[in-house]
RNA sequence: GGGCAGGUGGCAGAGUGGUUGAAUGCGCUGCUCUCGAAAAGCAGUAUGGGUGCAAGCCCAUCGAGGGUUCGAAUCCCUCCCUGCCCGCCA
């Protein structure tokens, strides 16, 4: 949701920060149907004032045992004019409602600008990827050569973009979310969560996935959704507090599964699992002061490319511009990782300053100390990292044609049983 | 799934139709007293919105949404949640 009085104040604003994403000017219509909201606010508030009132007189009559009478047929013109306005400031409100919560956040100011991903600006690179190798194979042909990925089997009992790992290579997935988890917990000062899976409309209303992206959801029978990113459970576990300044910051970290329909991306990234319907991810979410939130979203990043470091998989971090920035974001770093098959770097995290917009949604609030009025916090979240993807990465970075197997990462050893390496087992 | 009991301000807890946005206690903030502290006393202490230059005034909110009524925290209906018992089941 969007800040009207700032809206009100400033319009011209809005509209020139909307057009770096590429929208038309929204603010005429909006700041209509809130003038008109408001008018028929002020108009019912009045005749409710006149109701009050008037009810209170009658009872004041009717205790001395007088006639009311006069005063009961003017409540009751009164309730009609009143149900007449309700209904009208009912509907413009849902018109404006429906009207904001689908309009995306405010660019930051030195968010690039551009159309597309191919305007997004390189900050900097860590490691040295192996370009143009002969010897890459994609993670599928590693995986199905060592018998311990299998995408037919998975299609058969799940359908499409649906991933079925096996011994040593599961572990391994399991092993990569593991040493995430701890990494967050125990160094990076996140606190580690175990959540539902499944959430409720006001929630997934909360982190912006709905209503405009209904489409990209699995919504249950009994009305509930499953999470499509952790971040929508962590984030909302403030919805409608008032906090305390000592709470901040708040950091929490999850590993689950994720579940999304990915119904605009029909035909890209088809083989492999690089694009799941259900796929793991760490996800870290900070809720912070307004003033501290940049920081803190420098702070994630660097949360999520130690990650990497540590994995010793190359690099590189992104600023997206304005026009391929998320819904919900003020500004976004990717981070994306080397992918020896493709011959590119492909995104692995991506670290989202929010600012107050999904604040705005959910209620949650704080109060400075001694201060009377309140503020909306500000929120962010940020992969740290895909695992799925993250387990690609490794397999194909990590690819030995020597002998077709896999090397472990030295930080992975201990979640691995001291294993070195992933070969194929003699059959 | 069946049955019972509940959901009131930061917390505890009154309130079953009429100045109740809500008693009382605790907590918290300020002041008085004190060398200081404690104790005690006094005052204050919800959120959102409308209107106004402002002081202020007004509207809404007692789990949520409807309904009855001149008037609802209080009565009726639906839903949600919590606790307990029974059944079932990872």
Redesign the pocket.
């Given at each position: 949701m969007h800040d009207?009085?700032a809206l009100r104040d400033n319009p011209a604003a809005y509209d020139q920060n909307w057009a770096r994403r590429g929208l038309s000017s929204q603010t005429s219509e909006i700041l209509t149907l809130d003038e008109d909201r408001?008018?028929l606010?002020?108009e019912?508030?009045?005749l409710?004032?006149r109701?009050?009132?008037?009810?209170?007189e009658?009872?004041a009559v009717?205790?001395k045992g007088g006639d009311?009478h006069a005063?009961?047929v003017e409540?009751?013109e009164i309730?009609d004019n009143m149900a007449v306005l309700e209904e009208q400031e009912r509907v413009k409100a849902d018109e404006l409602t429906d009207l904001l919560s689908r309009l995306p956040n405010m660019v930051a100011d030195d968010v690039p600008d551009g159309p597309d991903e191919d305007h997004n600006v390189e900050l900097r690179r860590f490691g040295t990827p192996k370009i143009g190798s002969n010897a890459a194979k994609d993670h599928v042909e590693i995986g199905e050569m060592l018998g311990l990925m299998d995408f037919e089997t998975a299609a058969k009992v799940a359908g499409a973009r649906m991933t079925i790992l096996k011994g040593a290579l599961a572990r391994l997935e399991r092993a990569l979310g593991l040493f995430m988890l701890d990494v967050h917990s125990s160094e990076h000062g996140y606190t580690e969560i175990n959540p539902p899976l499944l959430v409720n409309s006001d929630v997934m209303y909360g982190t912006t996935q709905l209503p405009k992206f209904h489409d990209d959801q699995f919504e249950t029978t009994d009305g509930r959704w499953l999470i499509p990113t952790a971040e929508v459970v962590l984030t909302n576990m403030v919805r409608e507090e008032?906090l305390e300044e000592g709470a901040f910051p708040i950091r929490l970290c999850a590993m689950t599964p994720c579940f999304r329909k990915e119904a605009g991306s029909a035909g890209k990234d088809t083989r492999g699992m690089i694009r799941q319907h259900q796929f793991y991810k760490v996800e870290m979410v900070s809720v912070v002061k307004p003033e501290d939130s940049e920081a803190e979203h420098q702070r994630m990043t660097d949360c999520a490319e130690n990650i990497l470091k540590k994995l010793e998989l190359p690099f590189r971090t992104i600023v997206l511009c304005a026009g391929d920035m998320g819904f919900a974001s003020r500004k976004t770093y990717d981070i994306e990782v080397w992918v020896p098959s493709q011959d590119k770097y492909r995104e692995i995290s991506s670290c989202s300053n929010c600012g107050d917009i999904q604040s705005r949604r959910m209620k949650t609030?704080f109060?400075r100390a001694g201060a009377?009025?309140?503020e909306f916090v500000h929120t962010l979240n940020g992969s740290g990292v895909a695992v799925g993807r993250a387990l690609v990465a490794i397999m194909e970075n990590y690819y030995d044609p020597a002998d077709g197997g896999i090397w472990i990462p030295d930080v992975l050893k201990p979640y691995m049983g001291g294993v070195e390496k992933i070969v194929k087992l003699n059959t």
């Open positions: 009207l009085k408001r008018s606010q002020t019912l508030q009045a409710q004032m109701r009050n009132e008037a009810s209170k009658i009872g009717k205790s009311a005063l009961m409540v009751a309730k008032i609030r109060k009377k009025d309140t």
